[in-house]
Every structure is written in C-alpha cells, then in structure tokens.
C-alpha cells in the first residue's frame, strides 16, 4: 500500500497511556479525567435508552440538545446560532474538526497553524491534498507574532486554525490577537476553524475569546467544541461545531456520509444535564482549584514551572536537570519515576525540542499528590 500519511506514526497519546499502563506509571499524560461524572448525568442517558431513545438521532444532532447549545452559545458569547441550520453535533472534538478541514480545503490550499499543535490538525489537511503552513510559537509565552504570521498568507491560504485555550501550552488568545486576526482576515477569502474545546477550561478571571463573540470573525469561522471535557466524559466522544448555515451546509455534506449521525441516548441525556448552566459556570473554579493544587506540588520539584492560563495542562521545563530529548525524558521519567506525561516536541513539524513537557491536571486530589512525591524523589 502507499501510505496517505508516510511520516505519521501512532499518536503520543495512545503510545503514552499504554507504556503508563505497561508499567503501571501514574498517566498524566493524555488528558483525561481519572474521577467519574455526574451520577445524574448518567442516570439520564440511562434513562433516555429505556425510554426508547435508541435508533438513529437526526444528521445534525437531537433537536433539543442543539437547543442547548443554542442556549449556552447565546449566554456566553452574545451570538445567536440557529440549531436548525448552524449547529451540528460530532462524534468529539477531533472528528469535527476533521469534518471542517475536509470541508474547506481543496489540493495545494494552504493552510497556516500554530506549532506545538495538537496532532490532528497536520494529518487532515495532508489527507485533502493541502498544504501545512506552520508558525512556531516561542517559549515561555508562547504569543503569536502576527507579523509573521501576514508573511505566511498567500493567495492559495484557505484556513487558519487557532487554538485557545490552547494544547499544549496551555495559553490563551488576547484581545489583541482577535484585532490583528480581523484585520488579517478582512477583505481576504480565508476560513477559520477555532479549536475551543477547552473554552470553559480558563484561570484568574480571564476571557474566552471565543469567535463566536465577533460577528466578523464568527461569519468565517467553524467553532469546535467538546462535550468530553465539559462533562468529564472523553470516552463518550461527543462534541459539536458551531459555523454559519453556508458553512455549516457544506460541512454536513461531508458528516453525513462519514458519521452519519452520533449516539442518540447520549445526545438525549446531554441535553437534560446541559439545561442546568451551573454545569458548566463552576469549570473554570473546579480545574483552577487543581491546577493551583499540582503547581503547588510541583514547585517543591526540582521541575521549572511555565504558567497555565487555560485547558488542563501544565508545562514544566527540566534543560536544567538533563540534556535528554525531551521524548527520552519524558519515557525515562514514566519509567524511573512512575509519572506518565507528554513530550512537547511531538507537536511540531519540525525537529523543536524546547526541553519542555507536558502534564494532565485532570485528575482527583490524590493522584496529583502522588504524582508530586514520586517527582520529588526522582533524580
Ligand atoms: N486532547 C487530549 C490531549 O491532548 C487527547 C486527545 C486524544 O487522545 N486524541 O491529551
């Protein structure tokens, strides 16, 4: 066979949890909760397959929990979408953002990202025959340099993906930033797909700048958000995009005849549970509490600590300690000390080892403690 994607390998995050597993490391590495949802929330999926909820949701998604969303877009954000026409619920965050690259990008389009990326973003836009674009955020603040970014724009740029709060590094987009990309933007045939799947993931009173909020960048824009982590559920893989109906036309074309429609029971449950908006107005108290928590942990290692301003990551930087790739590091780490994380280097397209790795802060109390003992101990 001649493979689609030659330079792609299995992803660090099945890699990691299974070597975590293998050797019984405590798994900060994929982000995933190790504490279960809401006991309520499962009771209503449960209830809503007894209650027949069973056979094939509509293409978009059930009616009522787009409803919610509508709902919960409009209190946040101040932006009406319809949730007959500019709503669609996917099987998780990454199959809507596949959908939406495979939507928009046509062979040789360009397509600029934001390097360290999270790992699906490259492989999609290869798959349509399009062309990676990518920009290195630099440590330790890791801002774009929009400067940059206006030399990277050509007359074949088609998308621009951004990511805030943003995996790995756990930074967020400025108002700033919103300016310079409406002005990029503007009078320009460019989409943008917004990663905002960890909107509700956000520390210290900060803003989500959300594309929804800016009706000259939401007119443009295929907004990805995930139930995973706004439920504590990433096994269930149910999230949804937000785009304008021209938009979103298109990019049902595409999820219909690839996913067709997802779990209706789940999708029934969901709507219920969302109905309640303190559901999702405590995240940001709830994970700040244990980012504070792990990083407090933290600083009695001999690890050195970059800020965490959103999503549930953490970086620690450790050139001080060793001159290993950050990968060997990073295994050395999961098998020496136990602890299990993620090797920033995976995301970038170029050879970029900062000596930076990252940690999952989604975790019960407990974990994370034990986590910091066994790092203080390891040399
Ligand atoms: N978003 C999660 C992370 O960055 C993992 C998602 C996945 O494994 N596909 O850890």
């Given amino acids: 066979i001649t493979s689609k994607l030659p330079s792609v390998g299995t992803t660090i995050f099945t890699t990691m949890s299974a070597l975590a597993t293998e050797v019984d490391a405590i798994n900060l590495s994929q982000g995933f909760p190790d504490y279960e949802c809401s006991p309520e929330l499962i009771e209503l999926v449960n209830k809503a397959m007894l209650d027949g909820h069973n056979q094939y949701a509509p293409?978009?998604?059930?009616?009522?929990?787009?409803?919610?969303?509508?709902?919960?877009?409009?209190?946040?954000?101040?932006?009406?979408?319809?949730?007959?026409?500019?709503?669609?619920?996917?099987?998780g965050g990454t199959q809507a953002i596949f959908t939406a690259i495979c939507t928009?990008?046509?062979?040789?389009d360009e397509v600029i990202i934001f390097e360290p990326a999270f790992d699906c973003y490259a492989p999609a836009i290869k798959l349509m025959g399009g062309v990676v674009k990518s920009m290195e955020l630099q440590p330790p603040d890791y801002r774009i340099d929009w400067g940059m970014v206006r030399k990277l724009?050509?007359?074949?740029?088609?998308?621009?993906i951004i990511n805030s709060p943003h995996n790995p590094t756990a930074t967020i987009l400025q108002k700033e930033d919103i300016d310079e990309l409406s002005a990029l933007v503007k009078d320009r045939d460019i989409f943008i797909l917004s990663d905002e799947v960890y909107e509700h993931l956000i520390y210290d009173g900060?803003?989500?700048h959300s594309m929804a909020r800016y009706p000259q960048l939401a007119e443009r824009s295929f907004i990805v958000a995930s139930f995973g982590k706004l439920f504590h559920v990433t096994g269930w893989k149910v999230g949804y995009c937000l785009a304008p109906a021209y938009l979103m036309n298109e990019f049902r074309k595409v999820h219909q005849y690839n996913v067709f429609s997802v779990n209706s029971a789940m999708q029934t449950g969901m709507a219920q549970y969302l109905a309640d908006e303190n559901v999702y107005l405590g995240l940001p108290f709830f994970f700040q509490q244990k980012?504070?928590?792990?990083?407090?942990?933290?600083?009695?290692?001999?690890?050195e600590l970059l800020p965490s301003h959103g999503s549930y990551f953490q970086l620690a930087k450790y050139g001080h300690l060793s001159d290993e790739s950050d990968i060997d590091f990073t295994l050395r780490l999961t098998r020496e000390a136990g602890v299990a994380c993620i090797p920033t280097s995976v995301f970038y397209s170029r050879c970029t080892d900062h000596r930076i790795i990252r940690f999952?802060?989604?975790?019960?109390?407990?974990?994370?403690?034990?986590?910091?003992?066994?790092?203080?101990n390891f040399k």
Avoid: W
């Avoid at 409803?67 to 319809?82: C, F, M, P, R, V």
């Avoid at 980012?291 to 690890?303: C, I, N, P, V």
């Fill in 291 to 303: 980012r504070d928590h792990f990083a407090e942990g933290l600083k009695q290692t001999s690890l």
């Fill in 104 to 108: 928009v990008v046509h062979p040789n």
């Fill in 59 to 91: 293409m978009g998604g059930v009616m009522q929990l787009r409803e919610q969303i509508a709902l919960k877009t409009e209190k946040l954000y101040g932006a009406k979408y319809d949730p007959a026409t500019e709503i669609t619920v996917t099987a």
């Fill in 153 to 160: 724009v050509s007359n074949r740029t088609k998308l621009i």
């Fill in 206 to 208: 900060a803003t989500h």
């Fill in 360 to 376: 999952c802060f989604a975790k019960k109390q407990e974990t994370l403690d034990n986590a910091v003992n066994r790092l203080i």
